[in-house]
């Protein structure tokens, strides 16, 4: 008998099997419309300049690299508090500390909903990122589901979403995207934001707020109304952030993880219980990318520097959704959305056709990065998008 070699199959995370299909494909026109991280119009994912100002910085003032201790760098989960909690900056009821990526902000707010509240559902719309459902269940919550958007019609399910909200139990996890809604870019409004608030207030529920990509949909504090509002309204917030898309810095995995109570001393309590998880499972966080936001947010300029290139990354993503949207009435719902992703109403075939005779790799669910696109791969793509949708 042997443990190691007895394994169980994995069945492969199918947004990583589209990276290996595409990479092995010889055709040069393909289009990789599947991984999502930013992309210029030459198709390019380059390191923002400020970073690599930072990373100058950092390698010249840097004096040790002793441990910083469970909970990272503090003085960037504190220069994050004006950008994602703006004029809650100041409430001490919110505390934050850095994590690896919005991945392991994730994790970490559910291990203590977990410790809280162990026989909490947690409530996710359909559909949502696939890697939620196996972080909230490792963690041993159970997962359910409220409807969210309806793919035909490339819209919100507002009333089946607040009908199922409001069935849940107190006590129960309301997962929610701050903005930019991975994978169909379908936001909630902010009437519907308001509505959402009302219910989870009124039912008891805990909202847990998962924001990776602040500044990519209307601008830094239009896409975090959601977030805000929530913490006015409700005693306890989770919220789970990353600067891995807005400030490029993916693989270096910067994040944070903040939490609200009702007080101070609860918030605080809360704190100490997630720095004991966060020793479980990686100890102290990666300084480097962390480090290097630190350095920029405490800097006017570098900070300026920063909302610069953040801008042009937001005007391009809204640029092609604009030229994409105008290309054929059928795609006009990608120009009401946000962020990087949209999701065509195809089949699982249509999309494999689109692979073989297009070489157009996207996501089975018809999930697809806006700019995965470069400039000249556009027009190809709405061709070859909407020949399929006849
Ligand atoms: N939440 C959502 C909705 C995401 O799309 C992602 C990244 N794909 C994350 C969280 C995690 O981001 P990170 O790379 O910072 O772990």
Not at 358 to 381: E, K, P, T, W
């Amino acid at each position: 008998h042997s443990p190691l070699a007895d394994l169980p199959e994995v069945e492969s995370d199918s947004l990583l099997q589209l990276i290996t299909l595409c990479a092995a494909d010889p055709r040069p026109e393909k289009i990789d419309v599947g991984v999502g991280v930013f992309r210029d119009g030459a198709g390019n994912t380059p390191i923002l300049k400020v970073i690599k100002r930072a990373e100058e910085i950092l390698r010249e003032t840097q004096e040790t690299k002793a441990y910083l201790g469970m909970q990272g760098d503090k003085r960037y989960a504190e220069l994050l508090r004006p950008i994602l909690l703006g004029p809650l900056a100041d409430d001490a009821r919110i505390a934050g500390l850095q994590t690896p990526g919005g991945c392991g902000a994730l994790r970490l707010g559910f291990e203590l909903l977990a410790l809280a509240i162990p026989s909490a559902r947690v409530h996710v719309g359909t559909p949502t990122w696939p890697n939620h459902p196996p972080i909230i269940r490792a963690v041993g919550l159970e997962v359910a589901e409220y409807p969210y958007y309806e793919r035909g019609q490339g819209s919100i399910r507002f009333d089946a979403m607040v009908d199922a909200l409001s069935a849940a139990n107190a006590g129960d996890v309301a997962l929610l995207h701050g903005c930019c809604h991975n994978p169909t870019g379908a936001d909630l409004d902010e009437d519907q934001w308001r509505e959402v608030a009302r219910i989870v207030a009124k039912r008891g529920l805990i909202p847990f707020v998962d924001i990776a990509y602040q500044g990519f949909g209307r601008g830094l504090d239009e896409d975090a109304f959601g977030v805000r509002l929530m913490l006015e309204t409700c005693d306890e917030v989770v919220i789970a952030q990353s600067c891995d898309k807005n400030f490029s810095v993916y693989r270096d995995r910067v994040g944070s993880l903040f939490v609200k109570t009702g007080s101070e001393s609860a918030t605080a309590l809360a704190m100490k219980h997630v720095s004991m998880r966060a020793r479980e499972m990686w100890s102290m966080p990666p300084d480097h990318g962390a480090a290097c936001v630190r350095i920029i947010l405490d800097d006017a300029a570098l900070k300026a520097d920063w909302l610069v290139e953040l801008t042009a990354m937001r005007d391009r993503i809204n640029a092609v959704r604009q030229r994409l949207a105008a290309a054929d009435p059928r795609l006009a719902f990608i120009g009401r959305q946000w962020g990087m992703f949209s999701m065509l109403p195809l089949s699982r075939e249509q999309v494999l056709k689109l692979r073989e005779d297009h070489a157009i790799y996207m996501a089975d669910s018809g999930r697809f990065n806006v700019v995965g696109l470069s400039d000249d791969q556009i027009d190809r793509f709405t061709a070859a998008v909407v020949e399929a949708l006849n």
